[in-house]
């Protein structure tokens, strides 16, 4: 970030500082394992001055996994089925991160973990709900800007439901590992990407010309 | 249920009263509002005996849903489109009859309210996260089936992944109440049900006849 521009670098910096401290104790530990004293300390942040930014743990590490999705670009290659697989990989792999955190219990593991936690912590909370819809909403809409591209070059179908589309792709990621405790992984993320591409439908075999 | 195929008739029907008794608490008041005490009183039953059938009120909470959703049927007209949508729907209804429980918002209430306690419920605990996992693998048994059908009049294609058409209807439903806050609702299904099944490429022109 260009701090010129930012009205108050001071700030930026503590932040900074303290939500990289905050990932890395909720990766670690896990959501009962995150606790904002202990970020105040290993940060070395007054825990006033956290507690006045972000009023409970929750708030916290909502933060946290705004600012890591955050991070996670979208490239676009020209070729849509490779593009959408590669970021559905991308929210796969977060998704297991944030999922197996503060766990020991290795790949046999169906919780969902932390990823469960954040979302009952927006549903608790209508501000955290609040951030964390904005969060997603930023994400898709780089998601939309991808898919809309390829519509206008000619690949995916003028009339799309690109909403639907992004739907599709990443709830079925979500719901396997908050729902179904199934795996997701690159592999997947290939049959996922294949299935909302080619639809489910039975094509007519195109008629022999006579 | 026929009795004279049930080892424990008299259990049975208490269990029956108590879930009934807990469904209407849970869909009034929410999650905060179930407690295991209010239900033994409601139901005429020991509290003793809840606490026995179910430690938690996590537990109590995930075999009322268990039961109100082994309620929901599928129907087969042959019609694999008109199927599958009524199927959303009643996915839908479900989910936004959770969501909505105990709360007072109105239709601009984003959180996913009662869902996403039950999803923290079953990360938080591994016996009622495999209590999920088991309703969900029975639901989705039922709709595997219909879409074998389908599959195998014609109607879906041959190579169908049928696990991740499902995961994608469903999960999209799950998103937009678990992540997104976006509502579900018949003609929400109507466009999902589209998407899937038809897909987001672009069909080639057939070539003309020379």
Do not use: F
Request: overall charge neutral.
């Amino acid at each position: 970030m260009n701090q010129a521009r930012r009205g108050r670098p001071r700030d930026a910096q503590v932040d900074e500082r303290v939500l990289r401290t905050a990932a890395g104790l909720l990766l670690e530990r896990g959501y009962n394992g995150l606790s904002i004293d202990e970020v105040a300390e290993r940060a070395g942040v007054a825990k006033t001055t956290l507690y006045r930014r972000w009023p409970t743990k929750d708030h916290l590490a909502v933060a946290v996994v705004a600012r890591l999705q955050d991070d996670d670009g979208i490239d676009d290659t020209g070729d849509i089925r490779r593009d959408l697989t590669d970021y559905m990989e991308k929210i796969a792999d977060a998704l297991n991160r944030m999922r197996s955190a503060g766990r020991t219990a290795g790949r046999d593991d169906r919780s969902a973990g932390v990823v469960a936690e954040l979302v009952a912590a927006g549903a608790r909370h209508d501000d955290i709900g609040e951030m964390g819809r904005q969060v997603y909403a930023r994400r898709n809409a780089l998601a939309l800007g991808l898919i809309e591209r390829a519509r206008l070059r000619g690949e995916l179908r003028a009339d799309l439901d690109a909403a639907v589309l992004l739907d599709q792709l990443a709830g079925a990621l979500y719901y396997r590992v908050l729902v179904t405790g199934a795996p997701v992984d690159r592999a997947y993320a290939e049959r996922l990407v294949a299935a909302a591409l080619d639809g489910a439908m039975n094509r007519k075999e195109i008629p022999p010309c006579p």
